[in-house]
């Protein structure tokens, strides 16, 4: 772990990393989006509506997802006062933010032709409502302190009381009745939909996963550019 | 260097005890709740069971069961009973239905119980399920509501032998 704790150490590693990210992210996205919105068959209820699915669902996985990476780099930075995790932590959460945003946004334009509704407050749309919240708050955090250990320390504390909503989200549609349905890929027996719908579903959370990749890896050398930008002008200042 | 690392190691208890500590309380919280308060809807069961007086505004949610759907001579006003496969409550609701409803498959109305039992909704919204299937076939978990005395078998659903 030390050994990225270098941020030239950083640079090379993510510098390596990135082109084949950028490769698997072009080819699962134009692939995925070909099989979603072309080749795959049509729902025998919801009809051509059910390929919104393939941008919402993976949307929400990744909103999932990329708190689930915020909060573990914020328990790292807290406890082991990592550097580089508490950046990785602050350049992931406006990805996470993104994608919270989509999966609502592509979940109401769902949600109306096949509920006859935007929006209701069942278990899942309010956590996940919640969720864009919680991104919202610790991002404001790291701008409303001026000193940068301490914003991040509150911000890194906020994400470690939120990551609670993570199970709310997964397991609202179980406990509750809610309006939202039940996992279909996630669960105990396999999933309840066949292969040729699962594949463009899959490929899709592949590219994201590589976008979030890519997009995390710009972030956090940015962060470090920005920190030598810093440290250098103020040596400037006063020499 | 010892004494960094055993401040390392009590942040980690710390943060370890404080997170679990956290969740437990909300998930405590969330369950002393109760499932029905965090509802979107109840199902006819558990309007049974809680005995709502009629008037009282609430969702109302389970499959529409099959074989019950039909439409008024004014063509507007539709009739159909929702099931939960243990309890049935006739629904009347005055309106557009939305593009997804069907007999057997999930539906959340909001509303009020009349008189007679019949729970008068302004509101029907469809509830789709877990499945997707090509158009033509059956999904792999296909609803199978079979209901324990066949539906319609004048399961309580008057309000004199109710409770």
Redesign the interface.
């Known amino acids: 772990m030390h050994r990225f704790a270098n941020p030239a150490e950083f640079n090379r590693l993510a510098d390596a990393i990135l082109p084949w990210a950028k490769v698997v992210m072009a080819a699962a996205f134009l692939y995925g989006l070909y099989l979603a919105l072309y080749a795959s068959?049509?729902?025998?209820?919801?009809?051509e509506s059910?390929r919104i699915?393939y941008i919402h669902v993976p949307a929400a996985w990744m909103a999932m997802f990329t708190y689930m990476v915020v909060a573990v780099a914020s328990?790292t930075a807290?406890?082991?006062r990592h550097p580089l995790a508490l950046l990785a932590g602050k350049a992931a959460a406006p990805i996470g933010l993104v994608f919270t945003g989509l999966a609502l946004l592509t979940g109401m334009l769902w949600g109306k032709?096949?509920?006859?509704?935007y929006w209701?407050?069942?278990?899942r749309l309010t956590s996940v409502l919640v969720l864009f919240f919680l991104y919202l708050g610790y991002m404001a955090l790291w701008r409303a302190l001026d000193e940068e250990d301490k914003a991040g320390r509150a911000a890194s504390i906020l994400a470690?009381?939120g990551?609670?909503n993570i199970?709310?989200i997964k397991f609202s549609v179980d406990?509750?009745?809610?309006?939202h349905?039940?996992?279909?890929v996630m669960?105990m027996?396999g999933p309840?939909?066949?292969v040729?719908?699962l594949w463009p579903l899959l490929t899709l959370a592949v590219a994201y996963k590589a976008y979030f990749v890519v997009v995390l890896l710009y972030r956090m050398k940015l962060e470090i550019n920005l920190r030598k930008l810093s440290v250098l002008s103020s040596l400037e200042v006063q020499g | 260097m010892a004494g960094l690392k055993t401040r390392?190691k009590q942040?980690?208890v710390v943060?370890s005890i404080?997170?679990a500590a956290?969740?437990g309380a909300?998930?405590l919280v969330?369950f002393a709740m109760g499932?029905d308060s965090?509802?979107?809807?109840?199902?006819p069961s558990a309007v049974h069971a809680k005995e709502i007086e009629a008037g009282k505004r609430f969702r109302l949610?389970g499959l529409v069961a099959p074989g019950t759907f039909s439409k008024a001579e004014d063509g507007l006003t539709y009739h159909f009973t929702i099931t939960d496969c243990a309890a049935d409550i006739p629904v009347t609701f005055k309106g557009l239905?939305?593009?997804?409803f069907?007999e057997g498959?999930g539906v959340?109305t909001e509303g009020r119980l009349n008189g007679t039992g019949t729970f008068v909704a302004d509101t029907?919204?469809?509830?789709?399920?877990?499945?997707?299937?090509?158009?033509?076939?059956?999904?792999?978990?296909a609803e199978a509501c079979t209901h324990p005395e066949g539906l319609n078998s004048g399961y309580n659903t008057s309000p004199g032998s109710r409770g």
Do not use: C
Not at chain 1, 113 to 117: A, I, L
Not at chain 1, 120 to 123: A, I, Q
Not at chain 1, 175 to 179: S, V, Y
């Open positions: 068959p049509a729902d025998y209820q919801q009809g059910v699915m328990f807290l406890v082991w032709p096949m509920w006859g509704t209701v407050w069942d278990g470690l009381v990551v609670v199970p709310i406990w509750w009745n809610t309006l349905q039940p996992a279909s669960r027996d309840s939909m066949p040729e719908m | 390392k942040r980690l943060a404080a997170v956290i969740a909300v998930l969330l499932g965090l509802s979107l809807f109840l199902q949610g239905l939305p593009d997804l069907r498959q959340v029907v919204l469809a509830k789709h399920d877990e499945n997707y299937a090509p158009p033509g076939t059956m999904p792999k978990n």
